[in-house]
Nanobody, 127 residues
């Protein structure tokens, strides 16, 4: 059974940092493109970042460029999202996702191409 479990969310002050982790099980982790998405109350789920199964290629949403860094440790079956200079606009539930066909999916930013999802971890940034 495939399972993705996010952790590392919490409450931080504006300007602070958080590092999210996503532990994967039940899949051959190194063969998957991994992505992070987020969803704020009343808003649609949006792409944050992704990393290919054969790195180091990564992609970022415009709001994440220069502030967020995605990485993966295939030996630990874990993908990370380092988030710096956080603002209240970053408040959302952050979801980890895995794309089985990452080498062939036409874009890393579309949620419909991801096959498995975690339960999410809450990130709250106070002003």
């Amino acid at each position: 059974q495939v399972q993705l479990v996010e952790s590392g969310g919490g409450l931080v002050q504006a300007g602070g940092s958080l590092r999210l982790s996503c532990a994967a099980s039940g899949l051959t982790f190194s063969n998957y493109r991994m992505g992070w998405f987020r969803q704020a109350p009343g808003k649609e789920r949006e792409f944050v970042a992704s990393i290919s199964w054969s790195g180091p290629r990564s992609d970022y949403a415009d709001f994440a460029k220069g502030r967020f860094t995605i990485s993966r440790d295939n030996a630990k079956n874990t993908v990370y999202l380092q988030m710096n200079t956080l603002s209240p606009e970053d408040t959302a539930v952050y979801y980890c996702a895995a794309d089985r066909n990452g080498a062939y999916s036409p874009t890393p930013s579309e949620a419909l191409y991801y096959d498995y999802w975690g339960q999410g971890t809450q990130v709250t940034v106070s002003s």
